[in-house]
């Protein structure tokens, strides 16, 4: 069912496939199995290039050379340190609730951040605050979601290491200890190959915030709500939840079935774009065989019968493992709680979410979309 509006324009559900904006940050080829940011494969850079490389690639619009990439480093070690006003009010954040909700922890974070420095809305400000801004944003908040981790489980954040790059650093700040450097390197191909991904929810979201003219974070956190839906990035520790209740290989066909028959979602598996095997999944798939272990072998056996079961009960869907599945196995195995998954996502995602806030800052244009009223006949 399409919706359309006084205007002779049809509009699907969801704006599914509808062109909001022009973007040069990249784009998702769903057919193809394939997505980029601006002109490389945003596969081939995660295999190559480190994700300052892949940061200042978005911000920049070029890959830096090596002096440009260790001033930009240079540059974001300082930044990465929690300023005073925000490590005061973190253990009261971690310890609300019942339950640990570090996305929840990190909006209130930024606001406060948003606050001691005075970020100005992104209408007032010129392109070097607004990037300066988005830079203090992206450095900070890894070590944001590490401290609230750790001060929840009764432990004292760590300081984050200029001598690190982003990954080693992002495991350290949370596990405590130094990553072996094929842990590091699996975790770096995982974060800049969630950089970004088109026109998603929570982009979309920054985006719609950055249209109004508010400043970085109001856009950020924007994002964060959305992207903390478990239909969005709530997902690599559900997926690896479901090999902990399947089991055994013998338990794969009946648990399947079963979800299907009673309409459940399979968290891991099928995608909004893809229509052929996601091409991040298939790239964390091959570092988690490199890792080994019999958790690999058990997902790789379960990613294999679902795809064939589902194709079965499904025919002409086209589903298959996406990132979230592989995405928990590789964090599982590099030493990340499962609590620190998503957050995980995020603490790469923000890099995207932020190039995309700080291009729609240059538009000037609100964003205003239409809905078509179905209530009860208006009286008059």
């Known amino acids: 069912m399409s919706i359309t509006v006084d205007h002779p324009i049809e509009v699907p559900p969801g704006l599914r496939n509808v062109v909001v904006t022009e973007t040069e940050l990249g784009d998702v080829r769903g057919n193809e199995?394939?997505?980029?940011?601006?002109?490389?494969?945003a596969v081939e850079l995660a295999?190559?290039?480190?994700?300052?490389?892949?940061w200042f690639l978005l911000f920049e619009g070029r890959l830096p050379s090596d002096e440009e990439r260790a001033?930009?480093?240079a540059e974001l070690a300082p930044l990465r340190v929690l300023p005073p006003e925000v490590r005061e009010i973190l253990p009261a954040v971690a310890a609300a609730g019942p339950s640990f909700n570090p996305l929840a922890g990190l909006r209130t974070a930024l606001s406060m951040l948003t606050a001691a420095r005075a970020l100005p809305p992104l209408w007032d400000a010129d392109l070097a605050r607004r990037k300066a801004d988005a830079m203090l944003v992206c450095a900070v908040t890894p070590t944001?979601?590490?401290?609230?981790?750790r001060l929840r489980?009764?432990?004292e954040p760590l300081e984050p290491r200029a001598d690190l790059d982003a990954a080693a650093n992002w495991l350290y700040l949370v596990t405590g200890h130094e990553p072996e450097a094929?842990?590091?390197r699996a975790i770096e191909h995982y974060l800049i190959a969630t950089i970004d991904h088109g026109f998603n929810a929570s982009t979309f979201t920054a985006r719609v915030i950055a249209s109004t003219g508010a400043d970085v974070v109001s856009a950020v956190a924007g994002a964060i709500g959305a992207f903390s839906g478990?239909?969005?990035?709530?997902?690599?520790?559900?997926?690896?939840?479901?090999?902990?209740?399947?089991?055994?290989p013998d338990r794969i066909e009946g648990w399947v079935r079963q979800k299907v028959s009673d309409g459940d979602r399979i968290m891991g598996f099928g995608h909004a774009v893809y229509r052929t095997e996601d091409p991040r999944s298939v790239m964390l798939r091959e570092i988690a065989v490199g890792l080994g272990g019999e958790l690999v072998d058990f997902a790789t056996t379960v990613e294999r019968r679902i795809v064939e079961i589902l194709a079965e009960l499904k025919p002409g869907r086209h589903l298959y493992a996406n990132v979230e599945f592989y995405a928990g196995v590789v964090m599982e195995l590099c030493g990340l709680p499962r609590s620190m998954f998503t957050p995980t996502f995020a603490a790469s995602r923000i890099i995207g979410w932020t190039a995309n806030i700080l291009e729609q800052a240059t538009d000037g244009k609100l964003i205003r979309?239409?809905?078509?009223y179905v209530g009860p006949t208006v009286l008059r």
């Open 33 to 41: 199995g394939f997505y980029h940011y601006r002109q490389y494969s």
């Open 47 to 54: 295999r190559s290039k480190t994700v300052e490389d892949v």
């Open 71 to 73: 001033a930009f480093i």
């Open 144 to 149: 944001i979601l590490a401290a609230l981790h």
């Open 153 to 155: 489980e009764g432990e």
């Open 182 to 184: 094929a842990q590091a």
């Open 230 to 248: 478990p239909l969005h990035g709530g997902a690599p520790d559900r997926a690896l939840a479901s090999l902990d209740e399947i089991g055994t």
């Open 369 to 372: 979309p239409a809905a078509r």
